[in-house]
């Protein structure tokens, strides 16, 4: 069976709430079999750390603070966990516990890493017990029974039949991280965030197929997140550079920790706890992920020259401090960074052997594929001079390189190194979904659009899809030879198969541009935004479903940083979401929003003059690509009712569709049937309008389509969209057929309101005002 191994680090399980949250996950993601790695709750092995220190000091009263401090952290997890009746045997296992170690302190017996690793066994044994409580068959196992070292080294073949021996049931196991046993039995600790090494150690004894790091932070970044807001999350790293990263000091995953995959094919992947729904970074194979930028900043560091180093000597340090040491070879010299709390210990190792050649230092380092590190260096060097940050020492190596400063490199210094260095390099994958009228014209204009946009950002169009076939090439496609490359490569797909594709992109930003009229696609919009993909609509349906699922989907984009833009949901190219936008946030209040918002009406309504009838014009404006693919949404005023649905909800108001009263263009007995069944009763049609022209016009009047908004005094809001007689000679009846009217009243557009008016359908406005999102999204992306 395969088997997949899943840790949680001490943030994961650092109150009640959060071993509930990592119960839910498991519930959700593992099965009979798996193995769940912890390490000690929250803050416990630091208290357990200084524990250790005042027994070292023989400082009694603290001492016994803090082992009070102990025992009240885990009396209450086990009082929020756990149902009084278990309660009583999980506290008195503890209290039995503290006692012996109490003792053993006022015998002067107590040791080092039997104390340390209670905190993992606590954790291993409490969420253990609160599985089997939700009736997950769960077992707490001590990995001092897996794990064995001698002389320091791990017995491999031992520890591998260990495991599969202990763990070979049908349940899922809780094994403690971060603790081993020696040859004799005496507990041995796998070194500072020994959890995460534990876990990949585990998962290839076991030959799991997998591992996720399950931390605090969704992923891997290009830099700090909570320094740069922009920062990119990365959705594949390679594991090179994740070692190159972990050596560098990089806190997301430790040196140590991907050594056990080498030569293996276990998927590992790190994802946040906080955000189980967040696609995580997966660290994958040589080969099987392009090379990324990375801007990573260092704590104080002090920089040491060795005269001669053995092989293995640089572990060998790395183990005594439990910290990685980056070690570099400059001019035929090598050199360690070694973090400035630890170069004590290190110079007292090496004695006699090392120079301090510079102490106290800061800085950052930048990964990145080979050929870019050159300029980078040039770039990073001109962006610290016009900062006044002063360097102390330079390296280069072929996939990196380092920066030792002065002074600690501000979020400020660290936003603009990332912007220069690493977001100049951004990729946007695109996906575009529809090729009918407008998506055709859309994917004509991107060769031009695409070119334009490339010294800011390289934009690869990865997928196109229709409704039953699609062109997946995650390189990108050709887009002066779409078509040819539709014709010979399109292949019929499923959803499931569309989100696996865009799963498996190794893109820093992801979207999907919806110009299809498909309510069935528009339900995928979640799903996109499930796999971190940003989203540009043409299409209605989501703009205008159920107002509880559209805002989930808004929440859902605002929770993962993801984009959605629709402006020519409305209004085709006209810039009216901007409009609403902008008034809105500079302080102002729409009150009224009216107008003829239909293309389609528009074009009928003005040009039908009694000399053809109604019915051919509709054919004609269906030819000229005005209308919805089926033109009743048209003439039904139902897209009209979307679109002031649409703009209703970015004025904030909570409506539903049939909140906007409408009254169709077209007789109710047509509305339902296949369209030629419709054609076949177009006198209908022809015999409805004219009937409702001739009557406009016998009261000197013009037949038009409008819709208008109110929000009223009382902040009550009326919608409505349907047949108008407009006096002749008004804005509305002038209209040139096709052109779409918005007169915005607002709190300082009162007396003469704003007027937005020009073409509203039509496949090149449609597919120009798709380029205008596109670019947006790039701004913004920035
Ligand atoms: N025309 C205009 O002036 C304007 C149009 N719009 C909007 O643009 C959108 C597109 O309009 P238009 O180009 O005229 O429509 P078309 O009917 O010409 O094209 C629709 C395209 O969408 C594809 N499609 C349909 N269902 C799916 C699905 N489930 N998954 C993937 N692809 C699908 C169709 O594929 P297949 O060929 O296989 O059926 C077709 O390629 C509509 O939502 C419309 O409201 C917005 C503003 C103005
Ligand atoms: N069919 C629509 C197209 C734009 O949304 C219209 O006519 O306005």
Redesign the pocket.
């Known amino acids: 069976m395969t088997k997949a191994v899943h840790k949680f680090g001490g943030s994961s399980l650092s109150s009640a709430a959060r071993y509930q949250a990592v119960a839910n996950i498991i519930i959700g993601h593992c099965q009979s079999g798996d193995c769940i790695v912890v390490s000690a709750a929250g803050k416990t092995t630091n208290t357990l750390v200084a524990l250790w220190q005042s027994y070292q000091q023989q400082d009694e009263r603290a001492f016994s603070d803090i082992l009070l401090q102990v025992e009240n952290h885990q009396l209450q997890l086990i009082s929020e966990l756990f149902p009084a009746a278990q309660q009583t045997p999980l506290a008195s296992e503890l209290r039995d516990e503290l006692s012996s170690i109490a003792r053993q302190a006022q015998l002067r017996q107590l040791q080092e890493a039997p104390l340390l690793a209670f905190g993992e066994i606590w954790s291993a044994r409490l969420l253990a017990a609160l599985l089997n409580t939700l009736n997950i068959t769960t077992q707490d196992v001590d990995a001092r029974t897996l794990f064995t070292q001698h002389q320091g080294q791990l017995m491999h073949s031992l520890n591998r039949s260990a495991c599969h021996q202990t763990l070979a049931q049908d349940k899922i196991y809780v094994v403690t991280g971060f603790i081993a046993a020696d040859s004799e039995g005496n507990t041995v600790t796998l070194g500072r965030n020994g959890s995460d090494y534990s876990a990949t150690l585990l998962a290839s004894y076991l030959d799991a197929a997998s591992v996720s790091i399950w931390t605090d932070t969704p992923g891997v970044f290009s830099t700090d997140p909570r320094k740069v807001g922009n920062a990119i999350k990365y959705s594949k790293v390679c594991r090179a550079q994740a070692n190159l990263l972990a050596r560098l000091g990089n806190p997301v995953l430790h040196a140590k920790t991907l050594s056990p995959l080498k030569e293996t094919a276990i998927k590992l992947q790190v994802r946040s706890s906080f955000e189980p729904d967040v696609q995580g970074t997966e660290v994958v194979k040589q080969g099987y992920s392009k090379e990324k930028r990375f801007v990573t900043t260092f704590g104080e560091l002090d920089l040491l020259r060795v005269d001669t180093l053995a092989s293995g000597e640089v572990g060998a340090l790395s183990q005594l401090i439990q910290h990685g040491i980056h070690h570099f070879n400059q001019n035929g010299e090598d050199y360690l960074l070694v973090p400035s709390e630890f170069t004590h210990q290190v110079v007292l190792r090496l004695s006699g052997r090392v120079t301090i050649v510079e102490s106290h230092l800061r800085g950052f380092a930048v990964v990145a594929p080979g050929p870019d590190i050159a300029p980078l260096v040039r770039q990073a060097q001109a962006v610290l001079d016009e900062q006044a940050v002063v360097v102390r020492f330079t390296h280069s190596a072929t996939e990196y390189a380092l920066f030792l400063t002065d002074q600690a490199i501000d979020s400020d210094v660290l936003a603009i190194l990332h912007d220069k260095l690493v977001n100049k390099g951004r990729e946007l994958a695109v996906i575009i979904a529809g090729l009918g009228n407008v998506g055709e014209v859309f994917l004509n204009q991107c060769q031009q659009q695409i070119a334009r946009l490339q010294s800011q950002f390289d934009l690869k169009l990865v997928a196109l899809l229709r409704s039953q076939e699609m062109v997946f090439c995650p390189s990108g496609l050709n887009v002066t030879q779409w078509q040819q490359q539709w014709q010979s490569e399109a292949q019929s797909y499923s959803h499931t198969e569309l989100l696996d594709r865009i799963s498996e992109l190794d893109y820093e930003h992801k979207v999907v541009i919806d110009i299809t009229a498909s309510e069935a696609f528009s339900q995928l919009y979640p799903d996109f935004a499930a796999h971190d993909c940003h989203l540009i609509s043409a299409n209605k349906y989501a703009g205008t479903a159920a107002h509880d699922w559209y805002q989930a989907l808004r929440t859902q984009l605002q929770e993962r940083n993801l984009l959605w833009r629709y402006n020519t949901s409305v209004g085709?190219g006209l810039p009216v979401n901007f409009a609403l936008a902008d008034l809105q946030n500079s302080g102002d209040k729409v009150v009224r929003i009216e107008g003829v918002f239909?293309?389609?009406?528009s074009w009928l309504c003005s040009s039908f003059d009694g000399e053809r009838p109604f019915s051919e014009l509709v054919l004609a404006a269906q030819d000229m690509g005005?209308?919805?693919p089926d033109p009743r949404e048209?003439l039904s005023g139902r897209?009209m009712q979307r679109k002031l649905l649409i703009l209703a909800r970015e004025l904030g108001l909570q409506l539903e569709l049939d909140d906007i009263e409408l009254e169709a263009l077209m007789p109710a007995s047509l509305a339902q049937g296949s369209w030629e069944s419709f054609l076949a009763r177009k006198d209908e049609l022809d015999a409805f309008y004219q009937q409702r022209a001739e009557a406009a016009e016998a009261q000197g009047k013009v037949l038009r389509y409008t819709g208008a908004l109110e929000i009223d005094a009382a902040g009550k809001v009326h919608a409505k969209v349907g047949i108008a007689q407009v006096a002749q000679g008004s804005a509305i009846a002038n209209l040139t057929p096709g052109d779409n009217i918005f007169v915005i009243t607002t709190g300082w557009y009162e007396q003469n309101p704003l007027v937005i008016q020009g073409p509203?359908?039509g496949k090149e406005v449609?597919a120009a005002g798709i380029h205008s999102d596109l670019y947006w999204l790039t701004q913004q992306l920035r």
């Open positions: 085709a239909s293309g389609t009406l005005y209308t919805e048209d897209d509203g359908a449609t």
